[in-house]
């Protein structure tokens, strides 16, 4: 009888472990209100080091889509995050301006602030823990 104990103890301990374990969480983002199939999305994870001085912790591109976009940051570790966005229309990998100062390109960034002038990490930070989070950001 204990032979069958110690087998069925090993069978749900197998069965019951894990096969593709994988270190953080997904962030998943759908931006909206793409206007037009042009040039590249570029959306950048980060820090608050990194915020607003170039790439990210985690960076994404691709070609641009009419409508919604969806794309997934994979293994983001727990921690304070914030996310842009730029449809690059041109394709320069950077964000053009007008001669005014305004940007020239649809931006957007976590938590949809859009107030007036450069966006503060505060403003649009957002928390990862340990569930995978889905965010929406609008041009």
Same mark, same amino acid.
């Given at each position: 009888?204990?032979?069958?104990? =110690?087998?069925?103890?090993?069978?749900?301990?197998?069965?019951?472990?894990p096969? %593709?374990?994988?270190?953080?969480?997904?962030?998943?983002?759908?931006?909206? %209100?793409?206007?037009?199939? $042009?040039?590249?999305?570029?959306?950048?994870?980060?820090?608050?080091?990194?915020?607003?001085?170039?790439?990210?912790?985690?960076?994404?591109?691709t070609?641009?889509?009419?409508? +919604?976009?969806?794309?997934?940051?994979?293994?983001?570790?727990?921690?304070? =995050? +914030?996310?842009?966005?730029?449809?690059?229309? %041109?394709?320069? $990998?950077?964000?053009?301006?007008?001669? %005014?100062?305004?940007?020239?390109?649809? =931006?957007?960034?976590?938590?949809?602030?859009?107030?007036?002038?450069?966006?503060?990490?505060?403003?649009?930070?957002?928390?990862?823990?340990?569930?995978?989070?889905?965010?929406?950001?609008?041009?």
């Open positions: 009888m204990k032979p069958i104990i =110690y087998l069925f103890f090993i069978l749900t301990t197998l069965l019951g472990a096969t %593709n374990h994988t270190e953080g969480v997904m962030v998943t983002v759908t931006l909206e %209100n793409v206007l037009n199939d $042009q040039g590249e999305i570029l959306a950048a994870l980060h820090t608050e080091e990194t915020f607003m001085k170039g790439a990210g912790v985690a960076n994404f591109k070609p641009a889509q009419k409508g +919604a976009v969806s794309f997934t940051f994979e293994g983001v570790a727990p921690g304070t =995050y +914030a996310i842009s966005v730029l449809h690059d229309l %041109n394709s320069n $990998q950077r964000m053009d301006f007008e001669s %005014n100062g305004m940007p020239g390109e649809p =931006y957007g960034m976590s938590g949809n602030d859009m107030s007036m002038g450069p966006p503060t990490f505060d403003a649009v930070k957002f928390q990862v823990g340990t569930e995978d989070i889905h965010l929406r950001i609008r041009f």
